[in-house]
């Protein structure tokens, strides 16, 4: 039941029966002790500060409270979450400082890398080298991938670097205990353990509220680096540790994940730059209780960057991951989800024939060595992507392309013993165009379909057409951005991502699927000099529902809408 709800639908008297005593306090109690109710009001709220000086010295704090949570009584007497940030920049002999929450992070993210590693396979088919930028504030509101503690870069003479950093900070997490199994006296202590990890950040039920903070995390580590006038090589080492257990769920396909309470992570990354030749990579290992030994627990990746002409360009990348690899902080290059169990090619290429023309293209083949989630049994597969630009003018661009992913699963059919593995295909089909019309007034027109099959079963598919208009006049305090989208698609495995401006320090790729429209407008007002003010309302208006989601998100109808309101002010 949703809490908004609750009074209309448990206290709707008719005007002639009296009211009974209302004991707020008690309704209260009530909601609480019932897991399937949100105990917070329905908004979001979001606020950041932060001073800056030059590129020296940077100061802040990020609050929030996300949807259904308390706010300032019951579990939560304030913000959901908080951070804050102290960041040095070369000062002395410091070439940076962190105090409070910030991100680390180091070589091709292999070894550790904090914070977001987005997917490095796209159209930009030269960008498989992750730029590693070493220590930075941490600004975001993920309520996971951050440090919490001090961190500091010194530069030993003219070539040398030195990082050290250590964090110390709680998790969410799906928490039990148990006996410890040494317990000779019978003294019934029991161990803590947990199964996973919760990610989300939300903490709306008495049920989610559990798992807050339930477990700790302790972080050390250092990066050395050396730099040369075309080379450079660092060495990584980090050390993860749990104050409860983590014991997995056994299935066959996990029995080489991570287990346990700590994790040591050791690598080497490199760099060098030849001529017109870039060669790049790192080698990790990593060690613990449950740690294998040998190949399995060591992971690698390699690749080079080469300018072939001034108008062709070459990318390739082969990586090598042991199934018995831990990173628990590792957002390296990978086909799967995880740089682990994996071993794969990448080559990539660019043309540029002349000022006008551009195309991009990459072809990825991979395989796994064990089983994965839904795939039992070793498996192989490849991607590959081929984009075409054509930009007549300033005025116009105009870009297709194609993608087709093919990979194995288990069947989609109920059969006895093990699920013999067949092919899932989907293939992308898009043409994007953009139009200037004036100095403020630009279009964005975009199709795209996909087609979707597993094994035997039908084909899937999905459309997705949607127009843009944006308005950014030089001088006006009134900006406009507005999309008007329609979509269908036989099922969720068709779904189309489609990438949607929003508000300063937050970012939107919804997945579209069903058979609606979607509409949003986003205006930026200026009414005061060094003052912003954002509001954005957009709605899924869907023609094959009664009734959208389930459980506690549920809404009667087939309207699903969104408000969202920013004050920025700079001084």
């Known amino acids: 039941m949703d809490r908004r709800n609750f009074f209309d639908k448990d206290f709707a008297y008719s005007n002639g029966d009296a009211l009974p005593d209302f004991d707020a306090a008690g309704v209260r109690d009530s909601l609480r002790a019932n897991s399937k109710v949100y105990l917070g009001s329905p908004y979001r709220i979001y606020s950041r500060y932060r001073f800056r000086y030059r590129q ?138 947990f199964s996973s990890f919760i990610e989300d950040g939300f903490h709306r039920t008495e049920n989610e509220l559990g798992k807050k903070d339930a477990i700790g995390e302790q972080i050390a580590g250092g990066h050395l680096r050396y730099r040369a006038k075309n080379w450079s090589i660092g060495a990584t080492g980090t050390r993860v540790e749990y104050d ?72 390739m990348l082969f990586r090598d991951y042991g199934r018995a690899y831990h990173g628990l902080y590792s957002v390296a290059f990978a086909g799967g989800t995880n740089p682990w169990n994996e071993r794969g090619l990448y080559t990539g290429i660019e043309v540029r024939p002349n000022r006008k023309w551009q195309v991009n293209a990459y072809f990825d083949q991979f395989r796994f060595p064990w089983l994965r989630y839904l795939t039992d049994g070793p498996s192989s597969g490849h991607d590959w992507l081929v984009q075409a630009n054509w930009r007549p003018s300033k005025r116009v661009e105009l870009y297709a392309r194609v993608r087709k992913q093919d990979r194995a699963r288990d069947t989609g059919f109920d059969v006895s013993g093990i699920d013999p593995l067949v092919r899932v295909e989907q293939t992308n089909y898009r043409v994007n165009a953009s139009y200037k019309v004036s100095e403020s007034v630009s279009l964005r027109t975009r199709i795209e379909t996909i087609d979707f099959q597993r094994g035997s079963l039908p084909l899937q598919h999905g459309f997705l057409l949607y127009q843009d208009v944006v308005h950014r006049p030089l001088r006006s305090p009134v900006e406009l951005t507005a999309r008007f989208a329609l979509f269908e698609t036989s099922s969720y495995d068709a779904r189309v991502y489609a990438f949607e401006n929003d508000l300063i320090g937050l970012f939107s790729i919804p997945a579209y699927y069903g058979r609606g429209v979607r509409w949003y407008g986003m205006a930026r007002i200026t009414p005061l000099r060094r003052v912003d003010v954002w509001v954005r309302y957009g709605a899924w208006i869907f023609r094959d529902q009664t009734v959208i989601s389930s459980g506690l998100q549920e809404i009667a109808g087939n309207v699903r809408s969104d408000l969202k309101a920013q004050v920025r002010v700079m001084f």
């Open 244 to 315: 409860a257990v983590l014991t997995r769920n056994a299935q066959p396909y996990n029995q080489f994940d991570f287990q346990g309470k700590e994790n040591t992570t050791m690598g080497i990354d490199w760099n060098v730059l030849w001529r017109n030749l870039t060669w790049f990579g790192e080698a990790a290992k990593s060690q613990n209780a449950q740690s294998r030994g040998g190949m399995e627990s060591v992971a690698m990746n390699t690749g080079v960057l080469i300018a072939l002409d001034r108008k062709v360009s070459l990318s």
């Open 56 to 193: 020296n010295i940077s100061v802040g704090f990020t609050t929030e409270k996300d949807e259904g949570e308390e706010f300032f009584r019951g579990s939560q007497k304030n913000f959901d979450f908080f951070s804050a940030h102290l960041f040095l920049r070369n000062v002395g002999p410091l070439k940076a400082m962190a105090i409070g929450d910030y991100s680390a992070q180091f070589g091709q993210g292999l070894t550790f890398w904090s914070g977001l590693g987005f997917a490095a396979k796209s159209s930009f088919t030269m960008n498989v080298k992750r730029n590693a930028v070493g220590l930075l504030p941490y600004t975001s509101v993920n309520e996971n991938l951050f440090l919490r503690g001090a961190a500091a870069t010194f530069g030993l003479g003219k070539r040398w670097d030195l990082t050290v950093f250590g964090s110390k900070k709680r998790l969410d997490a799906n928490v039990s205990a148990q006996p410890t199994g040494n317990d000779t006296l019978d003294t019934n202590i029991q161990e803590v353990v």
